[in-house]
C-alpha cells in the first residue's frame, strides 16, 4: 500500500507560479510510474505530466512548457512546478502512482488505471 500526500496548492493570479509535492509513505520511484492527475470543476480527471524511474518525463500539451515534474527519490518526494499559470489551470491536483508500464503507455493521461492517489490539493488561478 502506498499512501500519497500533496501539499503547496493555493491561490495566485495569472501568470504566477506555484509548486506542488507530494510525499509517499514509501519508496515509490524506482516501482512505479509517478504522476500529477486534475480535476477541474465540471470535468473529468485528465493527465497533467507523468515521471518514470530513469526521469523520463512526458506532459499533456496543454501544460507543455509551463509545468516541469521531477522527484527526489532520497526523499520521497514527487514535485510539480507550475509556472506561467493560467485561469484554466485551477483544478484539484492529485498524485498518483501506477505500474512503471504506465509511464510507457499512450493512455497515461486517462484517469483510469491509477492505482494509488493522494488527497488532493487545490489550485485556483484568478485572471
Known sequence: QVQLVESGGGSVQAGGSLKLSCAAST?????YCMGWVRQA???????VAIIDKN???????SVKGRFTI????????????MNSLKPEDKAMYYC???????????????????????????????S
Open 27 to 31: 519508496y515509490t520511484y524506482s516501482q
Open 41 to 47: 470543476p465540471g470535468k473529468e480527471r485528465e493527465g
Open 55 to 61: 526521469g523520463g518525463t512526458a506532459y499533456a500539451d
Open 70 to 81: 521531477s522527484q527526489d527519490n532520497a526523499k520521497n518526494t514527487l514535485y510539480l512546478q
Open 96 to 126: 498518483a502512482a501506477a505500474p512503471l508500464i504506465r509511464c510507457y503507455s499512450g493512455s497515461w493521461s486517462l484517469p483510469e488505471g491509477w492505482n494509488y492517489w493522494g488527497q488532493g490539493t487545490q489550485v485556483t488561478v484568478s
